[in-house]
């Protein structure tokens, strides 16, 4: 479903079966999800992505024309316009990115251009500084920034998440990036260099009785035993958001009903965030984003309140966040509220779909078997040692006095030649 905000129209769409006849009897039976859907930078077009491998590209005037297809090669984890909206950037599971054009002159001439590929699974992109640069995460913990549209060429690598690097986000304004992980920090990055220019661990700012007072809470609140790897179990950052005019950066988590907000302060020429609110909600937090009226727009895991809008506005240098009340905007963005709260169908599919969640399986299982080699190894030398002696203790004894005679030969033959050689 698209909803215009400024007419109150709703819109429902349905993703193209581009398949055969005897591929859609396939298909029948099988569930049909949403992979990753995104609006172009003037919300001109709309493009999404399901789990049969389709691609479809619709124009959002009133017609809402589906203006392009394609089957993809294999399923999509996220995809971005670039800034003339006539090509759309798609990353898969297995680590490629592949850019179609969507108003090709000639259709014969269209293949699949594979811009280039991680070895790990890519969870998002972006593309940075005015579609110079290609930025990918993966699950191994890497950010790459590549030249675009010839990504071969590594501008840098910024490295520091000690887990899958879930989502990230560029700060056009000040031409930062910022990058969410499963470690459960927030990093901001001189992408261009490849440079860290600070870090914030979310398990420092949610304590036990924040997440205690809201029900039906599924947090695990653990730290790694070991200093090097102050991972947060449960905390994974799930979605940024940032708001340009107040420079605040929204963190929102998995399985977590709580969003922190964070100030994004620049001062010569060093950048910090600072905890300015934590925003609790009624429901998990599936996704959320900013308007052009600083209103957060959230969506979670509530059947009487599955999208809403917070204001929020800055009094005497204190954040204050509240539910938006009074659409003053001029927009019709509280009838869309209501509008999108009424789809109960809509709702039940997304619990569905949102309680499969890929994190879990994003985490890898890292297995200490030295302890279990270390002892396998003492264990096989216990048994070569023992099998040693009882060939020694099965030995005829005439063989034992030869040997035994034959070693004190040899030593009276080296102590003659030592005490001959000392004499010359």
């Known amino acids: 479903m698209a909803f215009d905000i400024l007419c109150g129209v709703k819109t429902c769409l349905q993703m193209p079966m581009l398949y055969s006849e005897q591929r859609k009897k396939e298909f029948e039976n099988e569930a049909d999800h949403v992979l990753a859907a995104t609006f172009s930078s003037s919300g001109n077009f709309f493009a999404a992505t399901d789990d049969h491998k389709s691609l479809a590209v619709w124009s959002t005037d009133e017609s809402w024309k589906l203006i392009y297809t394609k089957i993809l090669p294999r399923r999509i984890t996220a995809m971005t316009f670039d800034s003339s909206e006539s090509n759309i950037l798609v990353a898969d599971k297995s680590g490629d990115v592949y850019c179609y054009f969507l108003f090709s002159e000639n259709e014969a001439k269209e293949v699949d251009d594979l811009v280039m590929g991680h070895v790990s699974m890519l969870l998002d992109l972006k593309l940075c500084g005015n579609d110079k640069f290609l930025v990918t995460c993966d699950r191994d913990e890497k950010i790459r920034v590549s030249h675009f549209p010839n990504a071969y060429s590594i501008q840098s ?119 300015v609110h934590k925003l609790f909600c009624s429901g998990v937090i599936w996704d959320m984003c900013f308007d052009d009226c600083q209103n957060l727009l959230v969506l979670q895991e509530s059947e009487s309140a599955m999208f809403v809008p917070y204001s929020m506005q800055s009094v005497d240098d204190v954040l204050q966040v509240s539910k938006l009340t009074d659409d003053v905007t001029g927009t019709k963005l509280l009838e869309i509220v209501g509008q999108v709260n009424q789809e109960n169908e809509f709702y039940k599919c997304s619990v569905v779909l949102q309680r499969q969640s890929k994190f879990p399986a994003l985490h890898k299982v890292r297995i200490d078997n030295m302890a279990e080699y270390i002892s396998r190894k003492h264990d096989r030398l216990h048994q070569e040692h023992k099998a040693r002696n009882r060939r020694m203790d099965c030995s005829p004894p005439e063989l034992l006095d030869k040997k035994l005679s034959d070693d004190e030969t040899t030593c009276e033959e080296n102590r003659t030649k030592k005490v001959r050689m000392s004499k010359e």
């Open 157 to 275: 690598f910024c490295l520091g998440h000690s887990d899958f690097v879930s989502c990230l986000l560029y700060l056009e304004d000040v031409d930062l990036l910022a990058s969410g992980s499963g470690d459960g920090t927030v990093k901001l990055w001189n992408y261009k260099e490849g440079m860290e220019l600070f870090s914030v661990d979310c398990f420092d700012h949610l304590t036990e009785d924040d997440c205690s007072s809201i029900s039906k809470i599924h947090l695990t609140l653990c730290k790694s035993s070991s200093a090097s790897e102050s991972c947060c179990r449960g905390v994974d950052v799930k979605s940024l958001a940032y708001c340009k005019q107040m420079k605040m950066i929204a963190v929102a988590f998995e399985r977590l009903f709580v969003i922190l907000i964070f100030q994004l302060r620049i001062e010569d020429s060093k950048a910090r965030l600072s905890l």
